[in-house]
């Protein structure tokens, strides 16, 4: 008989190569997967925590396999990422993410004081065209800047600062508001908090989801007070249960998202939502 590890050696390689193959099949029919119209928009409320009033939504991309189902965007995101399809792709989120506020602005003649805030990839904010495209948008769906704002992680933004920096001057010159995503997990100088033209921080949910441990009730505080005392909003993210929620509200963070607020809904349930709060 052989002995085991030679199967075992077989067993891992088939294992790779099985894993290869799946990638490249994901990859390829992400290609595919916006002309096919597999891709969807789900918005996620962002809330005051004061007036309990929606203040913004972030807009989730959704892919549905035809095959394999919803694949996740904390999947698909890096894939797209490291081919480059992730500039079409991003492209594909800003468009329909304008057209659908602009449809909800026509449907609420014009008055709603809200906005979209759209993830942009660090590969995406270094694309030249990224301001044309993003100045085209407006124009052909009335928007202005104030409609949209942008999350951008920690980690982008380190990489190479002076480059971003001039890319979100930019951006802020069209009235676009910029919050810094996932706070807290990169390794950000904190430095460069005073130096880049960001009007938000958007605390992780690794800190809120644990309320009860005394560390992170201190980072939580220490980060809300830094944002404070360098005029910056603070959004909170990843809450779950009315003991986080009151622990921020103590802490005198001014927004959040979470579960507990609103899930993650598709545009006919946001116009529900919206509806409720705005009347028609
Ligand atoms: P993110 O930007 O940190 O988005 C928040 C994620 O947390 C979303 O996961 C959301 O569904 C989830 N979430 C919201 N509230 C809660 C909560 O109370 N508890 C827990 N456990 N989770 C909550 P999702 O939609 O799976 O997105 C994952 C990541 O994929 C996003 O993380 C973002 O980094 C990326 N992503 C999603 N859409 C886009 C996009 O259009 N462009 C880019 N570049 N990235 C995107
Ligand atoms: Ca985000
Ligand atoms: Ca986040
Ligand atoms: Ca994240």
Redesign the pocket.
Known sequence: AKPDFVNYAVVFDKKIHQNVVKRLQLENDLQQAITNNELHLNY?AIVNLKTEQINCLE???RWKHPFLGLV???KF?PLSEETGL?IPL?QW?LTEACQQLSLWQKQFSHSLPLAIS????GIQLSHPELISHIDRLLQNFSLTGKHLKL?ITESVLMENPSAVTKVLEQLKQRDIQLCI??FGTGYSSLNYLRYLPIDTVKID?CFVSQEGNDKNYDILKAIINLAHSLELNVIA????TEAQLQMLRNLGCEYG???LLAH?LNSQNVRNLIEEQFGC
């Open positions: 996620q807009v989730l991309v996740s965007p904390g995101i992730i991003g989120v759209v993830n942009v990839s999350e995503d996932d949910r993210e990843g809450i779950e998202q979470g579960f993650p």
